[in-house]
């Protein structure tokens, strides 16, 4: 590359090669830096010194280490090199590295540049891949440049898709009849000249033509129109003209990728422009945004967006407040005022809340009240639970990521007390999150390994009702069999009778449910008393839903899918949904991401299945380890720093309040 394009810097400007500094900013663009040269700065300090000479950065003489470029570095070499000569260079090499672009979506925009007086005329693939850039003055006509940078494509059996300020109809007749693509669009009120176009049906083949100033138009199939080959791409979408700006949230208990699905519809809604002008986070959930405090998440750097992949706990700040409209109908009612204040004084057009059950119940709540209000606002539920309970997904973002986490504590903590293990035996009994749902003590049955006497020797469900003899009788003959017994219990364990072993009664939490205060050591006292064994206790707690050193990789990459389609969803017009887990095939394991309507998501739970427990019901079966292996596959890596690792704290930018504080 350095050798396409020439110095154009005066000697003393020498101490970072032009192909080198170019090189860097091209990894910083790929790695999703998009705002400026201080972020080009910043992507340039997290480099290694290795890295930074294999881009021929020179020594400092007095440090003799390598000198990280800084802002000013950038902004010499971004304004001094031919922009043409860069373009062909980063097209080449982008197919170098890429290969040929696939993709028959071809998305054209026009964008302002920060701190500069031109604008930047873009074209990428659907996938987000770069095509090709045209720069106009800021404030002139940008049609000219649009069709300048279509002229450079290949459109043939391509489909384009347009900002309304390209959408005229020389540029449409362009694509159809001297590119031979197709064309879709939004049909606007200032738009009326489209419709002089003869062959309609090429550009949008609908039943009939839509009357001007439609809001809402449904893509059909594009089946080979006009005589072109069949098996062109069905896109069953919405596109719908809904601008405003966009609020996301979290709730309930944290887990190791929460952040992760914060960052995928952060990062998802930076690609739609078009429909979402500001992107705002609510702090502490609804309870903040009934306080509306919320920050502007456009202001965090992209680093910071991207680190919270890898990032446990919840980024924003969660809560344990709901909105309910059974035991206090007037406080719900006063809620959901002002929920609306906030939304209409902020213009939240798109509201998204990651969170388990009583989240997903407020999703709808908040959906069904937009309805009933007259203000257009799309919500759309973020699954997120340890626990696993959500309905009608095959499994939920952070689960992989508690069971990996807790199987292999049961291994480490297996292979200790085994080692300790004495003429007398012992047991040591490990209590995992998980109120009515078993999922995560069943998924400790990883830890085995198909080895019958590798722990966990017992694993006490909450969807089971126990017999404590039973219970008794199986340590005994467990600590026999290998010297020790390793026992995992749900902390909503039940006893024969259906009450939960480990409740206080006394004491009730946000949602009205006891409080649980220790199933594990309920379970100590019955064994110390009946069998005189040994026993100690382990009890998880937070760390198996924070521990983000042991998470899942593809539980990770799943939570940010559902961030992304989440607000995909939302900006093709849905509302009133969640976002799903599907299963698409086992070996190997391969998933996609739906919808399902939240009236039949909030406030149900889901169990273990009875048929994927052992008939004695100590030990998940083969059924459950073949639905819970993959989940735990790939590790996420964090950056480290003084050997501990390195997580994101968000900037939190506050947004100015509007409204009166909350009465």
């Not at 802002?71 to 860069?86: D, E, K, S, Y």
Request: with cysteine; proline share 5%; charged share 25%.
């Amino acid at each position: 590359m350095g050798r396409k394009i020439a110095e154009f810097r005066r000697k003393q400007s020498l101490a970072y090669p032009v192909a080198g500094r170019l090189a860097l900013i091209a990894m910083a663009i790929f790695s999703g830096v998009t705002q400026g040269y201080e972020d080009l700065a910043d992507y340039a300090a997290t480099l290694s010194q290795g890295q930074l000479r294999a881009l021929r950065v020179r020594l400092d003489g007095r440090t003799g280490r390598v000198r990280c470029p800084r802002r000013t570095c950038f902004q010499r070499v971004l304004t001094g090199v031919n922009a043409h000569t860069l373009e062909q260079v980063l097209l080449l090499w982008q197919e170098q590295v890429l290969g040929p672009v696939q993709d028959q979506l071809v998305v054209l925009d026009g964008k302002e540049i920060r701190h500069a007086e031109v604008e930047s005329v873009s074209a990428v693939s659907g996938a987000g891949r770069w095509l090709g850039s045209t720069l106009v003055q800021a404030g002139s006509n940008e049609i000219p440049a649009g069709r300048e940078q279509l002229a450079k494509l290949d459109l043939v059996d391509k489909i384009v898709l347009a900002d309304a300020a390209h959408t005229q109809v020389e540029t449409v007749k362009q694509i159809l009849y001297e590119q031979g693509g197709d064309y879709l669009l939004t049909v606007k009120k200032n738009q009326k000249t489209l419709f002089e176009i003869e062959d309609w049906a090429r550009i949008l083949p609908l039943t009939s033509t839509p009357p001007v100033g439609t809001m809402r138009i449904p893509f059909v199939d594009f089946h080979g129109g006009s005589g072109k080959p069949a098996g062109r791409p069905n896109l069953e979408r919405i596109m719908a003209e809904l601008i405003g700006n966009m609020l996301v949230a979290q709730s309930g208990g944290p887990t190791a990728v929460i952040n992760a699905s914060l960052a995928g519809a952060i990062q998802e809604a930076g690609r739609h422009p078009e429909a979402i002008e500001e992107i705002y986070g609510g702090l502490n959930g609804i309870l903040g945004i009934l306080n509306e405090d919320l920050i502007d998440l456009q202001e965090e750097r992209r680093l910071a967006i991207e680190g919270l992949k890898f990032t446990p706990a919840a980024g924003l700040g969660t809560c344990r407040y709901k909105v309910d409209f059974k035991k206090n109908p007037e406080k719900a009612v006063r809620d959901m005022d002002r929920l609306f204040e906030v939304f209409q004084a902020h213009n939240i057009r798109y509201f998204f809340y990651a969170g388990g059950n009583d989240s997903q119940d407020t999703s709808l709540k908040i959906h069904e009240e937009a309805i009933k209000r007259g203000w257009e606002m799309r919500v759309i539920g973020v699954p997120k639970t340890i626990d696993n309970d959500l309905p009608h997904t095959d499994h939920c973002p952070g689960y992989g990521s508690a069971i990996k986490y807790a199987a292999t504590t049961v291994m480490e903590v297996g292979i200790d007390v085994g080692s300790m293990a004495t003429d007398d035996g012992s047991c040591c009994i490990i209590e995992v999150m998980g109120r009515s749902a078993g999922w995560i003590a069943a998924g400790t049955v990883l830890a085995k390994r198909g080895d019958p006497a590798a722990p966990p020797h017992i694993i006490l469900l909450p969807e089971i009702q126990y017999n404590v003899d039973d219970v008794m009788a199986k340590v005994k003959e467990t600590v026999a069999a290998y010297g020790y017994c390793i026992m995992v219990v749900g902390e909503g364990i039940r006893d024969h009778k259906g009450e939960e072993i480990g409740a206080d009664k006394e004491r009730l939490d946000a949602f009205g449910h006891p409080v649980l205060a220790g199933a594990a050591i309920k379970i100590k006292d019955y064994i110390q008393e009946k069998l005189n064994t040994k026993t100690r206790t382990v009890l998880l707690g937070y760390s198996q839903r924070a521990a983000a050193h042991c998470a899942s990789a593809t539980d990770a990459a799943e939570a940010a899918a559902c961030g992304e389609a989440a607000v995909r969803a939302a900006v093709a017009g849905q509302s009133g949904y969640m976002v799903k887990i599907v299963r698409e095939q086992a070996q190997p394991y391969k998933s996609s991401v739906a919808l399902h309507d939240l009236r039949e998501i909030a406030n149900v739970e889901h169990f273990v299945p009875r048929e994927w427990v052992s008939e004695d019901g100590f030990l998940p079966n083969e059924k459950f380890i073949e639905y819970a292996r993959p989940l735990i596959e790939g590790e996420v890596k964090a950056p480290t720093e003084g050997g501990l690792p390195k997580y994101i704290v968000l900037a939190k930018s506050r947004v100015e309040k509007k409204l009166p504080p909350r009465a």
